[in-house]
Structure formats: C-alpha cells, structure tokens
C-alpha cells in the first residue's frame, strides 16, 4: 500500500485545513488508518486513527472536539478535518495504515504501523 497525503498549508489561528491520505497499490478498506504528527525538534506523536469500518475513533486529548478523522472507502481515501487550528498544531502530519491482524486499541502507536506516508506540513500562525 502507498499512501499519498496532501492538504497541508499555512493557515491562521483559529482556521481549517482539511487533510486527505490517498491509498493506491491496493485497498486498504481492511485497514486501520492513522494521523501522527512530528513537529520541529520533538518526537512523532499521536493525533488520530480510524477503524477499517469507521465506527471506532481514537483522538489525542488535545485535538478532541477540534479535529474530525474520517474515510471513504469507496474512495480509498481517509481524511483529518483540523478546526480551530492553533500554532502548536504545527507539524509534519503522516498518515499511516495498519495490516489487518493488529488491534485498534494498538493503533495509538507508530510501531504498530506498516505503511506511511510521506507527510504533509502544517503551518499555524499565531
């Protein structure tokens, strides 16, 4: 599976980007799909992931009620709505999909990941 995400930009405090991670290669409909993000100097952390059926969630507290994960399958495609950005949301965000034998509980952590993509830059001016 190669994913491609995009829609990464600068915006202003309090905006909206929309991210979009595109899988090609094959499906990944069966897959779990996750949203980390590295910001200069510290470590990849954690924002969102997604069950191959959509109806189980995880978020990192501090984005809860400010960023919506979603997919479409039909599109293989998944998506990170980021509302109400702020400067500390400024990061390289990945999005990353899990083979099918892993748990979702494990897919709050990078390791648990086999496939990556190339990560799309966040900007948020203050």
């Known amino acids: 599976v190669q994913l491609q995400a995009s829609g990464g930009g600068l915006v202003q405090a309090g905006g909206s980007l929309r991210l979009s991670c595109t899988a090609s290669?094959?499906?990944?409909?069966?897959?779990?799909v996750g949203w980390f993000r590295q910001a200069p100097g510290k470590e990849r952390e954690f924002v969102a992931s997604?069950?191959?059926?959509?109806?189980?969630?995880y978020y990192k507290d501090s984005v809860k009620g400010r960023f919506t994960i979603a997919r479409d399958n039909t599109k293989n495609t998944a998506y990170l709505q980021m509302n109400n950005l702020k400067p500390e949301d400024t990061a390289v965000y990945f999005c990353?999909?899990?083979?099918?034998?892993?748990?979702?509980?494990?897919?709050?952590?990078?390791?648990?990941?086999?496939?990556w993509g190339q990560g799309t830059l966040v900007t948020v001016s203050s």
């Open positions: 290669g094959r499906t990944f409909r069966s897959n779990t």
């Open positions: 997604i069950s191959w059926s959509a109806p189980n969630k």
């Open positions: 990353a999909a899990q083979t099918r034998d892993k748990t979702f509980y494990s897919s709050q952590y990078d390791y648990s990941y086999a496939y």
